[in-house]
């Protein structure tokens, strides 16, 4: 999927710029499939490194939130996460399975957000 695709498989935002993705649930272990996933604006090569290193730990952190049921997959409830000046929401949306997610640069995050 390129970077400027209409496509929006994450957590939908109105700040650019912004990863988003549709993780596969499967209990308590979330699975990314890049072909669920895409940009919305352009990262600089400084955030696009940041991310790479941010996204496995993102990933962990909700995993551990999905076996503490802070993250239930039958119901809608919106976590934030941050790392190396990136802010993570994600949300099952009561979807039974997949786990949505946004990650954008926390600079361009204007929003009061509950820091987990």
């Known amino acids: 999927m390129n970077k400027d695709s209409t496509q929006t498989w994450g957590l939908k935002r109105d700040i650019t710029p912004c990863f988003g993705a549709r993780l596969v649930q499967e209990g308590h272990r979330l699975h990314f499939l890049a072909d669920r996933a895409g940009f919305t604006g352009s990262f600089s090569e400084v955030q696009t490194l940041q991310l790479d290193e941010a996204f496995p730990h993102f990933v962990a952190h ?4 999905l076996l503490s049921c802070e993250l239930n997959p039958r119901y809608a ?8 000046g990136l802010t993570g929401e994600a949300d099952t949306l009561g979807s039974h399975g997949y786990v949505y997610i946004a990650i954008l640069n926390r600079h361009g995050f204007n929003r009061h957000l509950r820091v987990i």
């Open 62 to 65: 909700l995993e551990l939130m």
């Open 77 to 84: 409830h919106c976590v934030t996460l941050y790392r190396n």
